[in-house]
Structures are given as C-alpha cells and as structure tokens.
C-alpha cells in the first residue's frame, strides 16, 4: 500500500481536523463497499495477465504449439486451451 502525505490531498481544514484525532501516525481509509474494484484493478496484475495472454495468442498464430507455449509459460494445455478460445 502507498502511502500519501494528507497534506497533498485534502483540504487544510479538513487535516487540522484529522490532526484533532490522531498526529503523525497511519490512518487507514478503508475503500467503500459499494464502489469495490474489480479484482487486480488496484495492484495491475490484471493487465500484466492480459499482456502475458496476447503474446500467448500471437506466439500461437505465428505457429507455436500449445504444447510448446505451456512449457513457456509453466502453464498446463488445459490453461492454455483456454487463453486461446476465450473471446
């Protein structure tokens, strides 16, 4: 988790209030549950999972087997069956 100097995101007012609870310690927000981000939203392991999976389709079609791409990328043929037909 990063952390953000209050002083650099909410108002004046609103930190001398904050300072009124707590001075120089963490203070964590928890995020609203009703607006909740999709899973690997917040950490980009989402889009690192879509970048492995275009290179896995493109190395497919320039004619990598599938055998051969799952020894690639430690994955069963199962998985990379998967990552091909999905749409």
Do not use: F
Request: aromatic share 10%; proline share 7%.
């Amino acid at each position: 988790m990063k952390y953000i100097n209050a002083n650099a995101l909410l108002p004046p007012a609103l930190v001398r209030e904050l300072q009124t609870y707590i001075q120089g310690g963490y203070l964590y927000i928890p995020a609203d549950p009703t607006h909740p981000k999709p899973w690997g939203e917040v950490s980009g392991y989402r889009q690192e999972l879509q970048r492995r999976n275009q290179k896995i389709r493109q190395a497919y079609r320039q004619g990598v087997s599938v055998e051969e791409l799952a020894d690639t990328y430690c994955l069963s043929i199962h998985a990379i069956r998967k990552i091909l037909y999905q749409k």
